[in-house]
């Protein structure tokens, strides 16, 4: 089994998109990172979690789900590469390789020591884009794919099924 750890925040900043976003939302910059990792959890396989320090969010450690994706909000006085650290340690095992995705220079060589593979925030935007031009061509591929109606309808009555066929009114 794969795992990601992902240091929130450091991908934020590395990443155009998402640095843009925070000058404006920071909380949908996080939630636009988790969308991004959703994408990459179920075309990889890899089983994502994200780790954002708790400086900007007050109070207790949170933990959540968010599009199948791990949210880990770290407690207060602990950052996310202590927290990643910890994690690379207690989640590595004979079956499991740990990959860490930052360009914190230090974060890197104490993984390293934890037999944690490296990806730096910039390998993963590319993997993503990769990853995003194979989501396009298997969706291509389904459409053309799409089974012809024996009964010639409008395009206005094949979009009504299809909201039906959907659950959508």
Do not use: C
């Not at 949908?28 to 988790?34: H, I, N, T």
């Not at 994706?69 to 770290?74: A, E, L, Q, R, S």
């Amino acid at each position: 089994m794969d795992i990601l750890l992902v240091d929130g925040y450091n991908i934020i900043g590395a990443w155009p998109e998402l640095r843009t976003l925070k000058e404006r939302d920071l909380p949908a910059a996080r939630d636009r990172l988790v969308e991004r990792m959703a994408e990459f959890q179920a075309y990889s396989g890899f089983h994502v979690i994200v780790v954002f320090d708790a400086h900007f969010v007050q109070g207790t450690e949170k933990r959540y789900k968010n599009h199948k994706v791990d949210v880990i909000f770290t407690k207060e006085n602990e950052t996310a590469d202590e927290r990643i650290e910890k994690m690379a340690i207690s989640l590595n095992n004979r079956k499991t390789q740990i990959h860490v995705a930052t360009s914190d220079f230090t974060e890197q060589w104490a993984i390293f020591g934890q037999g944690a593979l490296r990806i730096s925030a910039r390998e993963l935007l590319h993997e993503m884009s990769l990853i995003e031009k194979g989501i396009e061509k298997k969706v291509k591929k389904i459409q053309e794919k799409k089974p012809v109606s024996k009964i010639p309808i409008s395009n206005e009555v094949a979009e009504i099924f299809e909201k039906w066929r959907r659950g959508k009114k």
